[in-house]
């Protein structure tokens, strides 16, 4: 586990790995029946009117060493851990950073966020999203035409960190989830292209395959560098990814956009 419980100390692995067991050593209890009781894996019984893939989600959640992790150390989600090792990583966050998480719901992110030192943090969701101390919460869709604006005067100022975790809900069908996906990561990097400051960064969850052809051109253009990372703690059977834009150059001028 990246996270040794002392936020401020970065490792600068991506071993994000799972919840460490317990090392064999002399101190190492020996484990009584309960313990082993606690360490087996769950089976959810198949409630009439349950469907299959609710009961695998159950049963998966259950036995999710992150998700056992997060409850421990009061995160609101797992996914947590996964911007614990982005930014083990690639150091992202810089104490006194001011940083934007779009799509925050329920906040994992900006508990790490706070964690690791940022001095403004504004989140922004659809979702209404329980109060976090000191963090500023815009229940919004980040598309709205008001949404830069009012995010920057809440954090005094351009953003250092725009980090983006936006998932669109789901409809089944491939096809459009996948169209629904790269909307959102567009735009997630507009508006980290119209926000941020010179040096700035950029983190966002796109899909397998990677950030597509002309956005991943304009990005690469636009930041010093541009990668792509799979930390641990994102399953490993889930399509996503998270790409990482370092040291944006410089905000396009409004003159400059529209001569193109
Ligand atoms: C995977 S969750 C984020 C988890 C979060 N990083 C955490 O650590 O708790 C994705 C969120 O994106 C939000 N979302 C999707 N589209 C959005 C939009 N257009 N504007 C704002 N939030 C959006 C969803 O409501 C959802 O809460």
């Given at each position: 586990m990246t996270d040794n419980g002392s936020d401020n100390g970065k490792q600068r692995r991506m071993s994000g790995g799972k919840p460490s067991a317990p090392k064999r050593g002399r101190k190492t209890k020996k484990m009584d029946k309960s313990n082993a009781t606690r360490m087996m894996t769950h089976k959810v019984k198949t409630a009439r009117g349950r469907k299959m893939s609710s009961k695998l989600w159950i049963e998966r959640q259950i036995n999710d060493p992150y998700v056992k992790e997060a409850a421990i150390k009061g995160y609101?989600?797992?996914a947590a851990f996964k911007l614990i090792e982005l930014d083990d990583k690639f150091d992202l966050i810089k104490p006194g950073y001011r940083i934007v998480d779009l799509?925050?719901?329920?906040g994992g992110w900006l508990q790490i966020a706070q964690k690791r030192g940022a001095s403004e943090i504004v989140g922004i969701d659809l979702l209404e999203v329980e109060a976090v101390p000191d963090v500023d919460i815009l229940e919004m869709d980040?598309?709205?035409?008001?949404a830069p604006e009012k995010i920057k005067e809440l954090l005094g100022g351009d953003p250092d960190l725009v980090m983006s975790d936006l998932a669109a809900n789901t409809t089944g069908h491939r096809n459009t989830d996948h169209l629904k996906t790269i909307a959102l990561v567009e735009a997630a990097a507009e508006f980290a292209m119209e926000t941020l400051r010179p040096g700035g960064n950029f983190v966002a969850k796109v899909f397998q395959g990677g950030t597509e052809g002309e956005l991943l051109a304009r990005l690469k253009a636009s930041f010093k560098s541009v990668r792509h990372a799979k930390p641990?703690?994102?399953?490993?059977?889930?399509p996503e990814i998270y790409l990482v834009a370092l040291g944006f150059k410089r905000r396009k001028r409004k003159e400059e956009a529209r001569d193109k």
């Open positions: 609101r989600s797992r799509g925050c719901a329920p980040f598309m709205h035409d008001d641990k703690s994102s399953r490993a059977g889930s």
